[in-house]
Structures are given as structure tokens and as C-alpha cells.
């Protein structure tokens, strides 16, 4: 591939519509699931590669991960969703190395000065004093225990926490106090810790979502490049569950014109390895995840790329999104109601979700003073 500056053309539109940022050398990228790597919007200057007639850009090395140590003031994240089922979250690191393409935490690296697109896969942060402040402010005075939430910005178990194990860490924090937990993730390095959630799942402390967005592997690496391929985050669903620990599938996102015809072939395989529950988000495109997905699909599926977006812009009023409440995750329209009819259907069908597991926040014993200042008197 030519390094020069490439203009593509959108061809579900019939204006002058092009992404004109250029793609890096498939060489350079292989293995990641962006191509672009525009300024963050909150930058004062346009940074990009090009080839200045020297062929220099032929000698630059494969795209690495970079790893920067983040020392964080506080580790629990609050929001005030309407249409989140829980009130906070924690996430152990920044950026993630798993590279889906349709990610929506992507846009929050721009407030790191860096790009959405394979910055966000290649220079990651993490938060080695994640676990420590997690005690203190679970040992604040006044703390009331709610569900934790892990996993819902970027994934707690992407390939540097084999050598980082915060999750670990924070697990047994969690585990000490009789905290509830709740997780997703696409890794099936989430079976590593399966001794610290089975003491939880006794006690009703945890449940733990495997995200499948597919079942076709060359789709799967092309649009998820370093997560686990579908066939072991099915056989982590068969392990947590044999373990007795509440195991669900999250399908996020489903993509009109792409994943949707997995719907049901998807959850009779999580049912068949033990999931017991369901749970789905239709795809989001906010801000620029909008522009690297569109890329993406061009590259990857030309062919789908005009019904795919039809699809979804007509399940988001016209746009690529709409990021309004109670409707970012579902969409709205016909489709978006023949997704859902679909899912509840084939739940019924297998087995899924016949109960909802509420974990316990009763017994809850709050850390003696982690690392809080004391009273003077």
C-alpha cells in the first residue's frame, strides 16, 4: 500500500463526501483493528504521516505497545445513567490492546492527547495503585455497597494484565470486604481467577459476562485482532460456570447487516456451555469510532458497507448515532425492534434468562481504614 495520503470515497453517499486521512502500511499495523491514526479533536494541530518522496516511511518498525504507568487519585468511577444498570465502575487501565474496531471508549483518549484510532490500541496506561486505592475508598466513612461494575469502558483482562494482574489485585480486595462485582470482558484470561470468583459466587458476590460479538473466526480477528477467538471465550463461559460461577453472554455490539445473522446460532452456543443470562447493545458510532468504523468496513467488507450503514443510520434517525437516553443502546425503528424481538425469542428458546441474579450487598465488611487519613481525635 502506497503511503501517500489516500481519499476514499463513502459509497452510500452520492455528494462529495471522503475521509481523506491517510492509512498507515498495512505492514505496519498488521495485527491492529484501526488503520487511521488522526489527532485527538481536543488538539491544536493535525499530525499525519506522509511520504516525502524519500520512501522513508518504508523503513519505520511495526507498531509496538507502549505501556505508561498511571499513578490515579481515585479508582471507582461514578455516573448517574438512566439507562446504565449500575451507579459505578472501575477500570484498571487506559486504551486497550484488543483493538475492536467498533469500540466506543475510543474517543476518550483524545483527553489523553492522543489519538481514538491505533494509539488507543498501542499506547496503553495503566494504574498499578489500583487495588490499594480501591481499599481506601471502600473504607471511606459513609461508603454504601453497590454492584461494581468492570469491564464496561475498556477490558480488564486484555493481554497486559498477564503481567500487570491488577484485576487480580482488585478481585481480592473485593473478595476480603464481601464486595459485589459484576464483569465483562472478551478474554478468556478471565478463567485465571477462578479461584477468587468461585469464593465469591459462594457468597453471591460476582457474575461475569463473556462478550461474543461473532462465531466466524476470520471476522472475529479482523474486527477484534487481539482478543480471544470466539471458540475459547465459549469454553471460559463452559470453565466459569462449571466452577459455579453465574455466567452470561454479552452480545456487544450487534451490527446490522453483519453479526445480526448470529443472533440465535450465538446464544444456543453460550446456552450449551452454561451461560444462564443475555444481554445486548446495538452498535455505537460516537464521535470519531464513527469515521474508523466506516474505514474499517470499507477495507474489509466493501460489499456490505452501503447496507450496513443504511441499517444503522435508520435505527439512529438519520445519523451514524444518537446518544440520547435510552435509545444509544437499542436504537430505535422497525430493525431495532426486530433485533430485540429476535434476542428475547431465542432467549426463551434456549433457556436464557429465565432468571435475573441480583447480587448480595448485605454482607459487606468495610476495610479498616485503607490507607484514610485517621482522626486526630
Not at 516511511?57 to 499513578?71: F, G, I, M, S
Not at 461494575?149 to 464481601?178: F, H, W
Not at 431495532?336 to 447480587?359: D, V
Request: proline fraction near 6%; charge should be positive; aromatic fraction near 6%.
Amino acid at each position: 500500500m502506497s503511503a501517500v495520503p489516500r481519499l476514499l470515497k463513502d459509497p452510500s453517499t452520492e455528494d462529495t463526501s471522503y475521509s481523506q486521512s491517510p492509512r498507515l502500511a498495512e505492514e505496519r499495523r498488521r495485527g491492529r483493528g484501526a488503520a487511521l491514526n488522526t489527532s485527538g479533536r481536543f488538539e491544536p494541530l493535525s499530525r499525519e504521516s506522509f511520504d516525502d518522496g524519500w520512501d522513508s516511511l518504508d523503513d519505520l518498525p511495526p507498531l509496538k505497545t507502549h505501556v505508561q504507568e498511571e499513578r490515579a487519585r481515585t479508582i471507582i468511577t461514578r455516573n448517574e445513567s438512566p439507562d446504565l444498570s449500575f451507579d459505578r465502575s472501575i477500570n484498571p487501565y487506559r486504551g486497550c490492546e484488543h483493538g475492536c474496531i467498533y469500540c466506543f471508549a475510543r474517543p476518550s483518549h483524545a483527553f489523553m492527547g492522543l489519538s481514538p484510532g491505533l494509539d488507543f490500541e498501542t499506547r496503553l496506561f495503566a494504574k498499578p495503585n489500583a487495588a490499594q486505592l480501591l481499599e481506601r475508598e471502600l473504607s471511606k466513612s459513609g461508603y454504601t455497597p453497590r454492584v461494581i461494575a468492570i469491564g464496561t469502558n475498556t477490558d480488564p483482562y486484555q493481554p497486559l494484565e498477564r503481567g500487570y494482574k491488577l484485576m487480580r489485585e482488585i478481585l481480592e480486595v473485593l473478595d476480603n470486604c464481601s464486595h459485589p462485582v459484576a464483569i465483562v470482558t472478551k478474554s478468556a484470561l478471565v478463567t485465571r481467577d477462578i479461584d477468587i470468583l468461585a469464593r465469591m459466587a459462594e457468597r453471591n458476590l460476582v457474575k461475569v459476562a463473556l462478550s461474543i460479538t461473532t462465531l466466524d473466526k476470520k471476522l472475529c480477528r479482523a474486527m477484534e485482532p487481539r482478543a480471544s477467538a470466539p471458540h475459547k471465550r465459549l469454553a471460559a463461559i463452559r470453565s466459569l460456570s462449571d466452577a459455579g460461577i453465574p455466567t452470561s453472554v454479552m452480545m456487544a455490539p450487534i451490527i446490522p447487516a453483519l453479526t445480526d445473522c448470529e443472533i440465535e446460532n450465538i446464544l444456543e452456543a453460550a446456552a450449551d456451555h452454561g451461560a444462564q443470562e443475555v444481554a445486548f447493545v446495538l452498535l455505537r458510532l460516537p464521535l470519531e469510532v464513527s469515521e474508523l468504523f466506516r474505514d474499517w468496513l470499507l477495507r474489509e467488507r466493501p460489499d456490505r458497507y452501503r447496507h450496513v450503514m443504511n441499517l444503522i443510520r435508520s435505527m439512529r434517525g438519520g445519523k451514524d448515532y444518537d446518544a440520547k437516553w435510552g435509545e444509544r443502546m437499542r436504537g430505535r425503528g422497525p430493525y431495532a425492534e426486530q433485533i430485540s424481538k429476535r434476542i428475547s425469542l431465542a432467549a426463551k428458546r434456549f433457556g436464557l434468562n429465565l432468571r435475573r441474579k441480583k447480587l448480595n450487598t448485605e454482607n459487606f465488611i468495610q476495610p479498616q481504614k485503607g490507607g484514610v487519613q485517621l482522626n486526630l481525635f
